[in-house]
T-cell receptor
Framework: SQTIHQWPATLVQPVGSPLSLECTVE??????LYWYRQAAGRGLQLLFY??????ISSEVPQNLSASRPQDRQFILSSKKLLLSDSGFYLC?????????????FGPGTRLTVT | GQSLEQPSEVTAVEGAIVQINCTYQ??????LSWYQQHDGGAPTFLSY????GLEETGRFSSFLSRSDSYGYLLLQELQMKDSASYFC???????????FGAGTRLFVKA
């Protein structure tokens, strides 16, 4: 069966510090991968998606970046965090090729920038 | 632009039926999905409609009218555990991106 891991679960970082969030998927090959951010009580904002290794599409220009160094690994990074980067970060995957619709979400990372 | 509109909150009593509506305006459309999210948790998939009509999965049903750019999620025999946020989401024509609505918070009362 497929599983998706995210870590850490919670993170408190000062403004201006770097960020690295990691997501890995098990039990599937060539998945589509996604990073979302959710502010408290709000919907999900798509940040990045990837259809293959090294292929990253950015949806929102900001101080965040994403990389996909391996087929089932997706990393979200920032060189300098802003207060507005606080939120609940969710990684998700779907079956590759765009043929299906269901997205499977990881447990999320709750980031607080102080 | 792309937007999805759904009510911010709905309250219903245990055992009742509730309908959560969603209207969308998107540049492309490949299907309408519904997700459930409990407080502090991750969203989980509930249903998907690519064609007009009603899809039923147990106590939950979802409806789509592409000509009206409208859909709804119907929850029957409400239980306390159904208290959660429900998001509609549109998959774009390319099939890789999913745009989510702001969510509807459902409160189920005893």
């Amino acid at each position: 069966s497929q599983t998706i891991h995210q870590w850490p679960a919670t993170l408190v970082q000062p403004v201006g510090s770097p960020l690295s969030l990691e997501c890995t998927v098990e039990g599937t090959s060539n998945p589509n991968l996604y990073w979302y951010r959710q502010a408290a009580g709000r919907g999900l904002q798509l940040l990045f998606y990837s259809v293959g290794i090294g292929q990253i599409s950015s949806e929102v220009p900001q101080n965040l970046s994403a990389s996909r160094p391996q087929d089932r690994q997706f990393i979200l990074s920032s060189k300098k965090l802003l207060l507005s980067d606080s939120g609940f970060y969710l990684c998700a995957w779907s079956v590759g090729g765009g043929g299906t619709y269901e997205q499977y979400f990881g447990p999320g990372t709750r980031l607080t920038v102080t | 632009g792309q937007s999805l509109e759904q009510p911010s909150e709905v309250t219903a009593v245990e055992g009742a039926i509730v309908q959560i509506n969603c209207t969308y305006q998107t540049s492309g459309f490949y299907g309408l999905s519904w997700y459930q999210q409990h407080d502090g948790g991750a969203p989980t998939f509930l249903s998907y409609n690519a064609l007009d009509g009603l899809e039923e999965t147990g106590r939950f049903s979802s409806f789509l009218s592409r000509s009206d750019s409208y859909g709804y999620l119907l929850l029957q025999e409400l239980q306390m555990k159904d208290s959660a946020s429900y998001f509609c989401a549109v998959r774009d024509t390319g099939g890789f991106k999913t745009i989510f609505g702001a969510g509807t918070r459902l409160f189920v009362k005893a």
